[in-house]
């Protein structure tokens, strides 16, 4: 569990080092960059534009702190006895076990394990928060770093590139695989490559990193190129987001016997069963997409199915964003993974361009992307690059739940104006029966 200034904070990784306070400074910082750069078009004079960086970190500290609470006042309405500090086994008894919960021992009949995962350490480069930063040291940086320097192009480095980028820094991301964003549907990803670019990241692909030295100036990152050619990057800052792995530290699974896999995951079956009786596995510790709503899901069907009921999860369905600007959103199937699998399928897309509510808002990056089965009509996958995408993309998940066929979305009354009307468009383009484009 999460501790900041000796108080317990709950929420793990999400609420205190990942996906809220990472949202919050996403916000900050997309306002300071309308107010710089897109006020004008709609008539809003503003001149001399600062930010107090001090004052956006405070904010997003108070953002993590509601939820902090929150969830202490959510255990506390629900009777749940909370313990603060490292937890691990202790031992197997009486048909149960032994939990060491902080200074106290606990008994238990049932066991879920959530311990999240922890940053990917770059080898020679471990991570010191001051110039070598994991997610939470770049969420915790006190000014804008000058140049700043971000090791792989996932959902973090794009997202804390993103930030510091808008805020005035000089964001160089270094990938080392020879495609961006190579889980993403490839139209989406070349779409979303050329907008970052025109924003101002510079992106890096199929490098290989050499060695990573600090020094009073900052961080250097010795490389080489696509080319093979040897090149150096000087920078303030370095974010390393290269993945992360489960986390059983101190857990001490040795006591009872509890199971890893090669990775260091906790290994369950199709329910986060483990190889022990009543000991359960949920979330980033176990096999399966780090989605902070992959692990929710996880631990309500697990809490279902230890009351007697039958807990369901769906991993085809389960979303992915990026909260870039424009952001990524998708679920089901790429274009790409569909190819491989030899699946015969239509696509329909459509463009924000052509949408009137993204026409109003000034923001109209990106499209709708359906992919549907070539002889049911069913939906396959929905890829989504625009505004708002992290919303739109909960009608797809609704429809693929329910095994909707791309013409009952198309067929579907949407508002007008809303965003929400490129997805019945691009569920129409499928058949080639767009009517606004």
Known sequence: MEEREGRPAPGGT????????????LQSSEHFEHANHHFADHGISADNIKM???KMVARKDAVVKQNNDGILYLLKKNKVTFFHGRGSFVAAKDGGYEIKAGEEVVAAKHVIVATGSNARQLPGAAFDEENILSNDGALRLGAVPKKLGVIGSGVIGLEMGSVWRRLGAEVTVLEGLPTFLAAVDEGVAKEAAKLFKKQGLNI?????ISEVKTGKKGVSVAYANAKGEAQ???VDKLIVSIGRVPNTIGLNVDAVGLKLDERGAIVVDENCKTNLPNVWAVGDVVRGPM???KAEEEGVAVAERIAGQHGHVNFNTIPWVIYTSPEIAWVGRTEQQLKADGVAYKAGQFPFLANGRARALGDTNGFVKFLADAKTDEILGVHIIGPMASELISEAVVAMEFKASAEDIARICHAHPSLSESTKEAALAVDKRTLNF
């Open 232 to 234: 150096t990057l000087e």
């Open 291 to 293: 989605l902070a709503h």
């Open 14 to 25: 999400c609420t205190n080092v990942g996906c809220i306070p990472s949202k919050a400074l």
């Open 204 to 208: 890096e692909l199929g490098v290989k």
């Open 52 to 54: 107090d960086v001090a």
